[in-house]
């Protein structure tokens, strides 16, 4: 069996049989690479077990000290992401071995990401660690508009399987719509504009925030929910409500737009991201201010059944046709 390094920024949990993450996509690319090639896996070292969990056949966990012992690396690396870390392990990897080769998968628009945390300068530093990682390595993109990212190598993301598809009857009340954030409360997810927004909006609406760490919220109609992990409460969420808002000022691929599009649920983003709307039907683009919002909304409840037939139409990707397609660039 062929060998690679995989290269990974997440917090990793090693056990005898199993590996463990709280990011199921980096499970997803991990446990596809392990189908076909025997893995050395470097990465942060979670102290507890994390919330997703794959087979530990064919991976092997290996520290920097494990790389000093090898004479030569006669097999491909795979990094996953662009950060500092990465950076510096790329960086002792090309100084222990001379003709380093493989790939590197950029999952989301870093240069908005740095810029949206760090100002010009996370710009100028994303810019820097791009440039000497792709000397060396091929860059593969979740989509072909992130920020000056020039790349033929295109890898969709997707853990869509078939439990996804059994289809659900909700009721839909137009007088009390149910609209759901879930994802990360971070600010360059934008879940702050959100709120800010929808606290303007003097509806009868009602807005769920999900998926990560407490939050204090004043107003009637918004309502938190905690960290979800199984796949079937996370189906539960999505079929508990009638409109998905994904209010991120930066995103690569978004997970959550063919999770909600999965259970036929429209969708409404803000042209800081409208690259992620694609071909795809029942996806909206709002301008970043409570009424456009208030009005994408408004279109949507009045017009609510013939959107639903519209995201019937839709081809969404599966996990089997990004695993199909990674192990394609990779042999």
Partial sequence: MNKILVVSNDNIFFSKKSIFSDYNDTLNIINTISKKFKIYLLSRKARVKQTHAINRNSIKKISLLDLLRLNKLDFKVFFISITPLNLIYFIILCSLFKGIEGYV??????????????????????????????????????????????????????????????????????????????????????????????????????????????????????????????????????????????????????????ESLSREKPIIIFDDIKHVKNNFKGIYVAQRNYKDLKKKIKFIINNYKLIKKELKKNNISTKKDFQKSLLKVLI
């Fill in 105 to 258: 998968y950029i999952r989301s628009d870093g240069y908005k990401e740095y810029f949206l945390k760090y100002g010009s300068f996370g710009k100028y530093f994303y810019d820097l660690m791009y440039k000497i990682i792709n000397r060396k390595l091929k860059v593969i993109s979740v989509n072909s508009k992130l920020t000056n990212i020039n790349t033929k190598l295109k890898l969709f993301p997707s853990e869509i399987t078939s439990r996804w598809k059994i289809r659900k009857l909700n009721s839909f009340n137009k007088y009390m719509p149910k609209l759901l954030y879930f994802g990360r409360f971070r600010k360059e997810k934008g879940v702050y504009s959100l709120i800010e927004m929808f606290e303007k909006i003097n509806q009868n609406y009602k807005l769920t925030l999900a998926g990560d760490d407490k939050l204090n919220l004043n107003h009637k109609n918004l309502s938190y929910v905690g960290k979800i992990s199984s796949i079937k409460k996370i189906i539960e969420l999505y079929d508990k409500h009638d409109i998905f808002i994904l209010p991120s000022y930066t995103e690569g691929y978004p997970k959550v737009i063919l």
